[in-house]
Structures are given as C-alpha cells and as structure tokens.
C-alpha cells in the first residue's frame, strides 16, 4: 500500500515556487544537472589537464568549480533523507511497490533500467543546456513565455510515460 502524502500537492508546489524566487532574486534560478558535468569536469581535469583545457564545454571556468549549485545538490540529498528519517516514512528497499505491481520482484531489471534511464535523463538535460526541472521551476519562477508550452508538454508526455510504464496501480491508502 502506498502512504499518504505528508503535506498536500499544492502545499509543496507553494513552498517550490517561494524557494525559486528567492534564489533567482539572491542569485541565479535553480537546477542540478549543471553540477553532474562539473564532477566529470573536476575529475577529467585531474586525469588529463591537457585534454580538459582544449575542451570546449569542460574547459569553461563555470564548469571548473563548486558553486552553489553542488551544495544545493548535497542540501536536496541531505534534506530528503531528513525529512524521510524525521517524518517515519524512510524505509530500506531495493525497489517501489508501483516497480513490483508492475514488473516483480527481480532486482537486476530494476537496476539496469534505472541506470539506463538515469543516463538517458542526464544526456537529455545536457543536450537540452538544463534539466527538466530546472525549465520547469525556474522558467515560472522568471515568469518565462517558454515555461507556459514547456509545462504542458513536461506533464503531458509524464503523464503518458507513467501510463505506458504502470499500466497498474498498488493499492493507495486513503482517508
């Protein structure tokens, strides 16, 4: 059975749209994908300085330092283990009941298809200059003309991967 939600959907969406304006009016939107490449670009420039400094994205001074951004990454990990240990719903497991409803219990299926997606998740966002969350939150937060078509399309495709992917339901606790 899946729990209920510990705040409301449109309370977490007012608390995301308050953290988003005032990050863009202390620094600069939101995102975390950037930071993935800026890992890679600490770990190449340790390997190869030679073929780090003639790169053309990795050799960018943005992508050659810790910002913000890497803390934020680390707060979001941080802060959701929190809230999870602090509101009782932290639990070990190897994968989510809507996974077993759907495909079973074999674990090394999950975690290949995890992975895959993981990675096709990140070339997307870094095709795309920014992850879907970053377009999404920060482009409302900016009051962005593009978020209006961005969102519909964002949620639209959602809503049919999560259709197409669990075609079942687990069984959700209600009031």
């Not at 620094?27 to 950037?34: E, F, I, K, Q, R």
């Not at 219990?105 to 992975?115: D, E, P, Q, V």
């Not at 990140?122 to 593009?146: E, I, M, N």
Request: one cysteine or more; proline letters at 2%; a positive charge.
């Amino acid at each position: 059975m899946v729990s209920k939600a510990l705040l409301p959907w449109w309370v977490g969406g007012l608390l995301l749209g308050l953290i988003q304006i005032l990050a863009v009016v202390a620094n600069s939107p939101l995102g975390v994908s950037t930071q993935f490449v800026v890992v890679d670009s600490k770990i190449i420039h340790n390997v190869s300085e030679d073929y780090a400094k003639e790169h053309s994205l990795i050799s960018q001074e943005k992508y050659t330092k810790f910002g913000y951004g890497f803390w934020l990454d680390i707060g979001l990990v941080c802060g959701a283990f929190l809230a999870a240990v602090l509101s009782g719903s932290f639990r070990l497991s190897l994968t989510t009941k809507w996974w077993k409803v759907n495909y079973g219990s074999n674990l090394g299926r999950r975690f290949a298809t995890g992975f895959v997606g993981g990675i096709l998740i990140l070339l997307g966002s870094r095709f795309a200059h920014g992850c879907t969350s970053g377009a999404f939150a920060s482009g409302w937060a900016q009051l962005s003309l593009s978020a209006l078509p961005f969102t519909i399309t964002l949620f639209g495709f959602g809503m049919l991967t999560a259709k197409l992917a669990y075609k079942q339901s687990p069984e959700i606790e209600r009031e």
